[in-house]
């Protein structure tokens, strides 16, 4: 389990003994976590681990078979029946950014971002657009409000993607390899991104490929293999000496490729 980086330190994310399985296959088995307030806790591990699950099972796209989610006082049993309003707060609570954007070709970037707010948080529109050029300026596109996504580039369209989630005030962000799909030039564009928001002090949990944002910028690395936790601590700690041999040989054919 990840352990509080300090015994005051809020944790804003408890994930208890999470199970997932698909007919006969294991995807998750007995995953616990806990992540700090304003901490980066990277997941890194072999394709096919479980981490992009446990991400989703965090805001419910998928329904973990047990366990419990808590998420800035929001907590979910698998194993009882969920409330629209519960899922609806954790939701709001835990800011999400996929690997492939998502965004809706037909609206134009700014509508991306403002529909969600006057949807989920009852904005009218001129306080949503006021908000979403705001985080459009932040990530250097104010420019880019009256186009649509297919004009932008891979790297415009996942810092979009990210303005849109922060625009709902999200107490946690989740990234589940927001740079897989980029070239790596760009992807150093959303990495920036993603650097200056932990230094803000956003909680924030990233599943990576990107050795070394998870090693420079995390505080708690977190190695999954085969469905479960094999090991977590110190990132440089971890990078330097991994005690489990799974660890070792992720990390061979991660860093000497």
């Known amino acids: 389990m990840v352990q509080p980086a300090s015994t005051t ?3 804003v994310i408890q994930v208890r003994h999470l199970a997932k ?9 007995d995953v616990s976590l806990a992540v700090p307030e304003g901490s980066v806790t990277a997941m890194i591990g072999p394709s096919g681990a479980g981490k992009s699950t446990v991400l989703r099972c965090m805001n419910l796209l998928e329904k973990p078979d047990s366990g419990e989610i808590e998420i800035d006082g929001h907590a979910i049993n698998a194993g009882e029946k969920i409330s629209p309003k519960n899922l609806a707060a954790l939701r709001r609570s835990a800011g999400m950014v996929f690997q492939h954007f998502n965004l809706f070709p037909h609206m134009t970037v700014l509508r991306n971002i403002s529909l969600p707010q006057e949807r989920v948080l009852g904005r009218n529109k001129d306080e949503a657009n006021t908000k979403s050029m705001e985080l459009l300026t932040r990530m250097g596109l104010a420019d880019k409000a009256d186009h649509y996504p297919a004009r932008c580039s891979g790297g415009q ?4 993607a990210i303005a849109r989630a922060l625009a709902l005030g999200p107490r946690v962000m989740l990234f589940d390899e927001p740079t897989s799909a980029l070239d790596p030039e760009v992807g150093v ?9 932990a230094s ?11 050795m070394g944002f998870a090693a420079n910028v995390s505080d708690e690395l977190v190695v999954m293999a ?7 601590g110190d990132p440089h700690q971890i990078m330097s000496d991994p005690q489990h041999e799974r660890t ?5 054919a991660v860093l000497e490729r």
């Open 248 to 252: 070792r040989r992720f990390l061979r």
């Open 157 to 160: 369209q996942q810092r979009i």
């Open 9 to 11: 330190t809020e944790n």
């Open 21 to 29: 399985s698909y007919g006969d296959t294991v995807v998750l088995r």
């Open 189 to 197: 564009e959303v990495l920036e991104v993603m650097k200056e928001l």
């Open 200 to 210: 803000e002090g956003m909680t924030m949990v990233v599943v990576t490929h990107e």
């Open 226 to 232: 085969d469905g479960g936790i094999i090991e977590s």
